[in-house]
């Protein structure tokens, strides 16, 4: 009898020395950063502690968005390719050589995913979002990765993107931004400009029409908003070409905002390309009168004098 009841005592004893060994999330938390910093995302032993983090705190949206990190690094592959274009998904050539014949031969490193290991990350940042519906970091995260992933083909990244305006402007959710506990919507449109100016630099026709649709989705919501109506004028003069839709949509601009640098520049651009000195002779004295730079007042003073 004593000795059953000393075993059990002992037992008692393991397990309470066991719940006490347990770590914190914290403390979880601190090794995940130290080891990354050591051995990257997807590094030795990073796994494992990520499997023991799992066990204790299932519902961590930090050990979430540790596994998104782990098997969205583990999913990606980069070589080096051989492409006859000056850029590929916005970028220059890591390097630039010429053949025989004096022809450019350009070297792009391209990075391609997984489609499995890419799945099952984004399994785990989607829990994490559900967790923290509110926070923009993760949704930004998830919609980097898609275009990432996409190229040239931005559908999911697109469509992740319209959600995101929608759930804004029907939620009016409390925004938090990687610490940050509140953010304006300020934040949030530059945010959304941020997309557009990546798949404007990606370029290609898929990337230019998901670059307008966003914009023209933002103007539902906020039909003044001149960073969505400058795009949309970039859009009729980068994309088509048509120089008299893209002077109506940065006129409009101008209209609620007579400062804008970018309408003016760009009328101006148009107007050089175009040999339309009467126009570039007009939108020349409006940076003149409304830069804050000086040296560009100074640039417009100059071109003035010229023409």
């Known amino acids: 009898m004593m000795k059953k009841f000393f075993v059990t005592i002992v037992m008692t004893l393991v397990s309470l020395t066991s719940l006490m060994a347990q770590e914190t999330e914290e403390e979880f938390l601190q090794r995940y950063n130290l080891l990354v910093g050591r051995m990257g995302y997807a590094g030795v032993g990073v796994e494992t502690l990520l499997d023991k983090w799992e066990r204790a705190y299932p519902e961590s949206v930090d050990m979430m968005s540790g596994k998104f990190m782990f098997y969205l690094n583990k999913s990606a592959s980069a070589e080096v ?14 390097l630039s050589l010429k053949d025989s014949l004096g022809n450019p031969v350009n070297y792009f490193q391209v990075t391609t995913y997984d489609d499995e290991l890419f799945g099952k990350a984004l399994t785990y940042l989607d829990k994490a979002i ?20 996409e190229g040239k083909s931005p559908d999911l990244a697109t469509a992740e993107i319209i959600s995101l ?6 939620q009016n959710p409390s925004w938090s931004y990687a610490g940050r506990e509140k953010v304006d919507k300020e934040f949030f449109d530059a945010s959304i400009q941020d997309f557009c100016f990546n798949l404007f630099k990606i370029g290609g026709e898929k990337c230019m029409e998901a670059f307008k649709v966003i914009s023209e989705r933002m103007l539902v919501y906020d039909a003044k908003n001149v960073l969505f109506l400058d795009n949309i004028g970039s859009y009729y003069l980068v994309a088509l070409n048509d120089n008299k839709k893209a002077l109506k949509f940065y006129k409009k601009v101008l209209k609620i905002k007579k400062d804008d640098m970018t309408a003016l520049q760009n009328i101006i651009l148009m107007a050089r390309n175009s040999k339309d000195v009467k126009l570039e002779k007009k939108y020349l004295k409006e940076i003149v009168k409304y830069s804050p730079d000086e ?13």
């Open 165 to 170: 305006i929608d759930y804004n402007a029907s």
């Open 81 to 94: 390719k051989v492409m006859s274009e000056s850029k590929y998904m916005g970028q220059k050539p890591v």
């Open 130 to 149: 559900v967790s923290r519906p509110d926070a923009l970091d993760l949704r930004h995260v998830k919609i980097s990765s898609y275009i990432s992933y």
């Open 295 to 307: 040296t560009e007042k100074q640039s417009a003073l100059i071109r003035l004098k010229s023409l």
